[in-house]
């Protein structure tokens, strides 16, 4: 049984052309911007709990209504949590021919785990910080597991999309962009790096949950921010995109 949290159609965000998206509940990290604290506990008294039958059914029916072809996200944060409920309906989605991206901070190291990053077609996922000691003090966990599980991707000629979400005064640090860019280079199955601008519009959402908003003072990243992670990261390679 899969603890759902919400699930979108023609999200165009969440890997390549127009998908299914299924944001899953369950999150390991605690990051001080997290504009989604409901979906952090994988039960809540909002989780629609879906079985196998349910997600397959669910996909056939938008094959039926909308296209020929339907390309499918499991998402936030994080779908390996649910890797053991999650492995036998991906199997199912890659016999019936579905294009199926996982979205994934990359923590969980289980071998379930591991078997959904093999069948599924495209990874992407996030670097939250590429210091360890800053990761740690943004996210509550070290990056070491994402680092060892981009080692797993690479190693298995798995193609994925790395996020990164630029945080003024956080995350775009100049030293810490060139040895992010640095780091990449290593890697041999990264398609791309797509840059996400941080936003603050979820202050509010956080304060009606009553939860203290740790970077309430943090101005949102505009586009000469982009433009300078983008122009650093570029003196590198192309490779990279940059969305907002
Ligand atoms: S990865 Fe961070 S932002 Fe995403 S749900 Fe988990 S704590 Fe929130």
Excluded at 205 to 227: C, G, I, Q, T
Aim: proline share 5%; net charge neutral.
């Amino acid at each position: 049984m899969l603890n759902v949290h919400s699930i979108e159609t023609f999200a165009t965000q969440d890997g390549p052309w127009i998908r299914l998206v299924i944001f899953l509940q369950g999150c390991m990290f605690r990051c001080k911007y997290c504009h989604n604290p409901d979906t952090i506990p994988v039960e809540n008294e909002r989780v629609m709990h879906r079985s196998e039958d349910d997600v397959l059914l669910r996909m056939r029916k938008e094959i039926e209504y909308f296209w020929k072809d339907w390309w499918v996200t499991f998402s936030w944060w994080e779908p390996l949590l649910q890797a053991s409920a999650l492995l036998p309906i991906v199997k199912k989605l890659k016999e019936e021919g579905f294009h199926v991206c996982i979205d994934t901070n990359w923590y969980v190291q289980t071998k379930e785990a591991r078997e959904v990053l093999k069948l599924a077609n495209l990874i992407l996922p996030d670097i939250k910080h590429i210091d360890p000691i800053k990761h740690q003090e943004l996210v509550g966990q070290s990056n070491e597991n994402t680092l060892k599980t981009l080692d797993y991707l690479d190693e298995i000629k798995k193609p994925y999309w790395i996020r990164y979400v630029l945080v003024p005064w956080y995350t775009d640090d100049e030293k810490d962009l060139r040895k992010l860019w640095e780091y990449l280079q290593t890697r041999t199955s990264a398609e791309r790096l797509e840059i996400l601008p941080y936003h603050n519009l979820w202050v509010s959402k956080r304060e009606k949950l009553k939860l203290n908003y740790p970077l309430k003072w943090v101005r949102a990243a505009n586009s000469e921010d982009l433009k300078r992670a983008k122009g650093l990261l570029n003196e590198y390679s192309e490779i990279i995109y940059t969305r907002g």
